[in-house]
Nanobody
């Protein structure tokens, strides 16, 4: 059974950076999409960034609110996905969830950005 385990959340001041990592255990489909979602208090869960493995490389997608600040990457050999978050602001606060192919979720990791 595949499981997703996230790490790297925490508390950071506005303007700071954090790196989130997610590791998928078990066998996963070779061509898949791994993504990060976040949910702020009182708000719906939203897509932050996704990365899809395609023949010869990968394809990324970002929410408009994080473009230019966040970078998603993956290591196919290790079945991991990383989210580098820079220039964080308080609106980035929330629980960040790793997702595999739209179906499997990690347990979530808290990111708090103080002003």
């Amino acid at each position: 059974q595949v499981q997703l385990v996230e790490s790297g959340g925490g508390l950071v001041q506005a303007g700071g950076s954090l790196r989130l990592s997610c590791a998928a255990s078990g066998t996963i489909p070779r061509f898949n999409t791994m993504a990060w979602y976040r949910q702020a208090p009182g708000k719906q869960r939203e897509l932050v960034a996704s990365i899809t493995r395609v023949a010869g490389g990968s394809r990324t997608n970002y929410a408009d609110s994080v473009k230019g600040r966040f970078t998603i990457s993956r290591d196919n050999a290790k079945n991991t996905v990383t989210l580098e978050m820079n220039s964080l602001n308080p609106e980035d606060t929330g629980v960040y969830y790793c997702n595999l192919s739209g179906r499997l979720w990690g347990q979530g990791t808290q990111v708090t950005v103080s002003s």
